[in-house]
């Protein structure tokens, strides 16, 4: 709806004759016609005028639809809302499930490492060398040899520089090797298997 014709209804509405509202606000009562016609319209002092006369807003005397405005803007405000919470749960989802994928994969693995190497076992060594004794641990897969953990005595570890050997037979045969090869002895314990935790 145009200005004029607002100002029309509205002056109708309160019951006022061209006239009448001309000289409330100040002007002619051409200019009422004009405007009301379309052919002018009030300025910004004359249109707060109007809007006091008919109480009414500036915005729905100059039908400047605010309401719809202000609900799309309402309602583009939710929209966003709603993406930022998809993406928060979606985020929340991925930090707790991801961890639990990965514990449960490394479990499966690691059964599925144990199965094929064989069970775990300990063996443990002793040396006299140099009138000393020194030890050292392996646990190890049955099958494979291969090392799960080992520790003992640093002195016996580096002099044989076992810890670049993956193979628990191999890095025995070492450390027994060399400390005969010095003048001293070696034993072994029997393997036994480890109680799994």
């Not at 034993?187 to 935790?197: H, L, N």
Request: charged share 25%; hydrophobic share 40%; proline share 2%.
């Amino acid at each position: 709806m145009e200005i004029g014709k607002k100002i029309m209804d509205l002056r109708k509405k309160n019951g006022l004759s061209q006239e009448e509202l001309a000289e409330k606000v100040g002007v002619a009562r051409q200019t009422i016609s004009k405007w009301e016609l379309g052919e002018t319209s009030p300025d910004l002092k004359q249109a707060k005028e109007l809007s006091k006369i008919f109480n009414v807003s500036l915005d729905e005397l100059t039908n400047n639809d605010i309401k719809n405005v202000l609900v799309e803007k309402t309602s583009n405000t939710e929209k966003l809302a709603g993406l930022i919470l998809k993406l928060i749960r979606f985020l929340i989802i991925f930090i707790i499930i991801i961890p639990i994928l990965l514990i449960t994969l490394r479990i499966v693995f690691k059964t599925i490492h144990r199965n094929n190497s064989g069970r775990l076992m300990n063996v443990k060594i002793t040396c006299t060398l140099h009138d000393k004794t020194y030890g050292y641990d392996f646990n190890y897969f049955e099958t494979t040899g291969e090392i799960e953990a080992a520790g003992g005595d640093g002195y016996l570890a580096n002099i044989t520089n076992i810890g670049k050997y993956p193979d628990a037979y191999q890095a025995l045969d070492i450390i027994d090797a060399y400390v005969k090869n010095n003048g001293g002895t070696c034993e072994r314990s029997e393997a036994e298997p480890v109680e799994e935790k």
